[in-house]
C-alpha cells in the first residue's frame, strides 16, 4: 500500500489576494499552480476538475486559507 503524501494538510490551498482587475487568489492543489479564482465558486470548479469533492469551505482538512478566509476576495 502506497502512503498518500499529501495526507497531512489540505490538498487545496487558496493564497492571499493579489491586486487586479478584478483582484484574485491564486489555486494550488497537491502543491501545483493550477489558475486564478475571483470568488469561492472558482475554487470549487477547480477542487471538482481535479476529482475532489468539497463538503465544508471552512473544513481547513480539505481548504487551506491563506491571507483571508472564504469571504477574503479584495486586497487589503
Do not use: C
Not at 5 to 12: E, L
Not at 39 to 65: C, K
Amino acid at each position: 500500500m502506497t502512503e498518500n503524501p499529501y495526507a497531512s494538510y489540505p490538498r487545496i490551498t487558496v493564497l492571499p489576494v493579489q491586486p487586479g482587475d478584478p483582484p484574485f487568489r491564486i489555486v494550488e492543489i497537491d502543491g501545483e499552480v493550477i489558475g486564478r479564482a475571483t470568488a469561492m465558486t472558482d475554487v470549487l470548479i477547480a477542487a471538482s476538475t481535479a476529482g475532489i469533492q468539497i463538503h465544508d469551505l471552512d473544513d481547513p482538512a480539505v481548504v487551506r486559507w491563506v491571507g483571508g478566509g472564504k469571504l477574503s476576495w479584495r486586497p487589503h
